[in-house]
Nanobody, 121 residues
Framework: QVQLVESGGGLVQPGGSLRLSCAAS????????MGWYRQASGMQRELVAT???????LYADTVKGRFTIASDNDKNTVYLQTNSLKPEDTAVYSC???????????????WGQGTLVTVSS
């Protein structure tokens, strides 16, 4: 079993910043990729950013230059620094971690519970 615990969401004014964190724990042997997704009310979930074990990153066009994804492999933690936030960034942000299991073999694809980011004046 792999568990993800997210933190860092909240209410922020346009132009402000938030730092989201997601810590993975449990039966983890290795992590292939960690990422952040978001889902606004009435919309489909969309990719925000991902980072692979070797540090390669991918960003949605809508957040390039404003958001930065980073990971601490020793802590199995992924971060999302969000800057210059806009009202259209308002959504529930969820982290996703994919990797291989330490016990029992096989792979996992785990999701966090989600953290709400609201950008409003």
């Amino acid at each position: 079993q792999v568990q993800l615990v997210e933190s860092g969401g909240g209410l922020v004014q346009p132009g402000g910043s938030l730092r989201l964190s997601c810590a993975a724990s449990g039966s983890i042997f290795s992590i292939y990729v960690m990422g952040w997704y978001r889902q606004a009310s009435g919309m489909q979930r969309e990719l925000v950013a991902t980072i692979t074990a070797d540090g390669s990153t991918l960003y949605a066009d809508t957040v390039k230059g404003r958001f930065t994804i980073a990971s601490d492999n020793d802590k199995n933690t992924v971060y999302l620094q969000t800057n210059s936030l806009k009202p259209e960034d308002t959504a529930v942000y969820s982290c996703n971690v994919q990797g291989s299991r330490r016990y029992g073999g096989g792979t996992f694809d785990a999701w966090g519970q989600g953290t709400l980011v609201t950008v409003s004046s």
